[in-house]
C-alpha cells in the first residue's frame, strides 16, 4: 500500500491533484478540506494516502491528516458509502464535527449534505458510532478542534503529527497528545515547540 508520498506539486483542480515524486506523477483524488490548505504549484507537498484497488483502476486517495485519512477509511466500510461520498462527506465537513454529529445523533445534518439520504445518514450513525469511539475521548477537546479540525488545520499540528509518527508512534496516540498540548498551550506557533512538548508529555 501507498500510506503517504512526498513531492512537488504540480497541478490542481477542483477534486483532483498531481504530485510529483521522483519524476513519476501521481493522481491523487482529495476532498476540498485538503484543496483549501494546499500550496502553490511548484511547491512541495506531503500527503497521506490511501489507494484503493479496483479491477478497472487503482486510484489514491490523499488527505493533508492522519485525522482525514483515518475518517475516510471507516467511511468506505459503511454500506451504501462509497469513495465518492466518502470524500464528500470530508468536503463538506470537518472530523470533529463528524464526530460530534454522529454522537448527537444527528441524522439531519448529515442529510444535509450532497449525496447523503435519509437511510445512509441513519446507517452512517449506527455503524460510525462504534469506529469513531476507538479514537478516545480525549481525541477532541472541548471548543477545540485541534488537528481533527479538517478545514483549519494549521501546518504546525500537521508537521507535528507527521514528525512524531514518524519516530513510531501510533497515529491516534499521536493526534490525542497534539491536541491535548495544542488545548494546554494555545500559544504555540512551531512545530518544534510543539513536538517536543507532546514527546515530553508522551516520556
Excluded: C
Amino acid at each position: 500500500m501507498i500510506g503517504r508520498l512526498r513531492g512537488t506539486l504540480l497541478e490542481k483542480q477542483l477534486t483532483e491533484i498531481l504530485l510529483d515524486v521522483n519524476g513519476i506523477g501521481y493522481e491523487i483524488s482529495v476532498p476540498m478540506s485538503t484543496l483549501y490548505q494546499l500550496p502553490e504549484t511548484g511547491q512541495p507537498l506531503t500527503l497521506h494516502t490511501h489507494l484503493a484497488v479496483r479491477e478497472d483502476a487503482h486510484v489514491l486517495y490523499g488527505f493533508m491528516s492522519v485525522a482525514e485519512k483515518s475518517l475516510f477509511r471507516s467511511l468506505v466500510k459503511v454500506s451504501g458509502v462509497g469513495p465518492k461520498l466518502a470524500l464528500a462527506i470530508l468536503s463538506g465537513m470537518a472530523v470533529d464535527e463528524f464526530v460530534r454529529t454522529v454522537n448527537a445523533n444527528d441524522v439531519e445534518s448529515l442529510v444535509r449534505m450532497p449525496g447523503v439520504g435519509k437511510k445512509t445518514a441513519e446507517r452512517l450513525v449506527i455503524e460510525m458510532r462504534d469506529r469513531l469511539a476507538e479514537w478516545g475521548p480525549s481525541a477532541l477537546p472541548e471548543g477545540q478542534g485541534g488537528i481533527f479540525a479538517a478545514g483549519s488545520e494549521s501546518k504546525v499540528s500537521a508537521e507535528a503529527e507527521t514528525a512524531l509518527i514518524s519516530l513510531g508512534y501510533k497515529p491516534t496516540e499521536a493526534s490525542r497528545t497534539i491536541a491535548q498540548v495544542l488545548k494546554e498551550n494555545s500559544d504555540i506557533s512551531d512545530s518544534g515547540t510543539l513536538i517536543r512538548l507532546a514527546l515530553k508529555s508522551m516520556g
